[in-house]
């Protein structure tokens, strides 16, 4: 926590300005990309006073597309996200685990080739936890959309990504870079196998001792500050 996760998120978005350094998307700087990038922060952040189906197209509509419209292009994923029959619900009335569902809705909605998901399941229960994994896998399987995932949970970390970086605290080094060459499609099973607990044990073995010494391992890299 405070390594400024939430701060590089918000460069990439480019809703604010690197002190030092630049970061390039397709040759461009977020800044001349505001709204090219989908982002989904902590909190769903669903408007209570809209239902379900009119919280996952309000993206759609600050674009300019007409709520009829909007409408018909949400509609057609409710079932693939999990969310058909509750489309004249309120937010107050969803679990959590149908929250994240409507909110990722919304960020895939948006039609960005990158989206930044900020601990989108953090708050969920084991179970609903699990569950939103094995889903985001299917619906990723079926649209590759580039995706920077933000966890504290190791085993979240490898079970979905390609790529897990693990950042110290102040002044925000990437401290490890981990590829995952695990096959694709993947299911819960795979946190068993032998290859999954070696990349696990990886990445705990700095994190351990960070706890124990009071500070991260940090390699020779420049610090983010200096990447950006």
Same mark, same amino acid.
């Given at each position: +926590?405070?390594?400024?996760?939430?701060?590089?998120?918000?460069?990439?978005?480019?809703?604010?300005?690197?002190?030092? !350094?630049?970061?390039? $998307?397709?040759?461009? %700087? /977020?800044?001349?990309?505001? !709204?090219? @990038?989908?982002?989904?922060? %902590?909190?769903?952040?669903?408007?209570?006073?809209?239902?379900?189906? #009119?919280?996952?197209?309000?993206? =759609?509509? =600050?674009?300019?597309?007409?709520?009829?419209?909007?409408?018909?292009?949400?509609?057609?994923?409710?079932?693939?996200?999990?969310?058909?029959?509750?489309?004249?619900?309120?937010?107050?009335?969803? +679990?959590?685990?149908?929250? %994240?569902?409507?909110?990722?809705?919304?960020?895939?909605?948006?039609?960005? #080739?990158?989206?930044?998901?900020?601990?989108?399941? !953090?708050?969920?229960?084991? $179970?609903?936890?699990?569950?939103?994994?094995?889903?985001?896998?299917?619906?990723?399987?079926?649209?590759?959309?580039?995706?920077?995932?933000?966890?504290?949970?190791?085993?979240?970390?490898?079970?979905?990504?390609?790529?897990?970086?693990?950042?110290?605290?102040? /002044? !925000?080094?990437?401290?490890?870079?981990?590829?995952?060459?695990?096959?694709? /499609?993947?299911?819960?099973?795979?946190?068993? +196998?032998?290859?999954?607990?070696?990349?696990? %044990?990886? =990445?705990?073995?700095?994190?351990?001792?960070?706890?124990?010494?009071?500070? $991260?391992? @940090?390699?020779?890299?420049?610090?983010?500050?200096?990447?950006?």
């Amino acid at each position: +926590s405070g390594c400024g996760k939430s701060t590089l998120f918000n460069i990439i978005a480019g809703l604010i300005r690197p002190s030092g !350094g630049k970061v390039l $998307l397709d040759g461009r %700087q /977020p800044d001349e990309l505001l !709204g090219s @990038v989908g982002y989904m922060p %902590q909190r769903d952040c669903l408007m209570p006073w809209r239902t379900v189906l #009119d919280n996952t197209t309000l993206g =759609l509509e =600050l674009n300019g597309v007409r709520k009829k419209e909007a409408h018909k292009q949400a509609l057609a994923e409710f079932d693939r996200f999990g969310l058909a029959g509750f489309e004249k619900h309120w937010p107050a009335k969803l +679990s959590g685990g149908m929250k %994240q569902r409507a909110a990722l809705l919304r960020t895939f909605l948006a039609g960005r #080739d990158v989206m930044l998901l900020d601990e989108p399941f !953090g708050a969920l229960d084991a $179970l609903t936890r699990g569950n939103m994994q094995e889903w985001l896998l299917d619906v990723w399987q079926e649209d590759r959309k580039t995706i920077l995932f933000v966890t504290h949970d190791v085993e979240e970390a490898i079970y979905l990504s390609d790529r897990v970086y693990v950042m110290s605290g102040r /002044p !925000g080094r990437v401290s490890l870079e981990v590829n995952v060459n695990l096959e694709r /499609p993947r299911k819960a099973e795979v946190t068993m +196998s032998p290859e999954f607990l070696l990349l696990k %044990q990886k =990445l705990l073995r700095p994190l351990e001792e960070a706890a124990a010494g009071g500070g $991260l391992f @940090v390699d020779d890299r420049p610090t983010l500050e200096e990447q950006i």
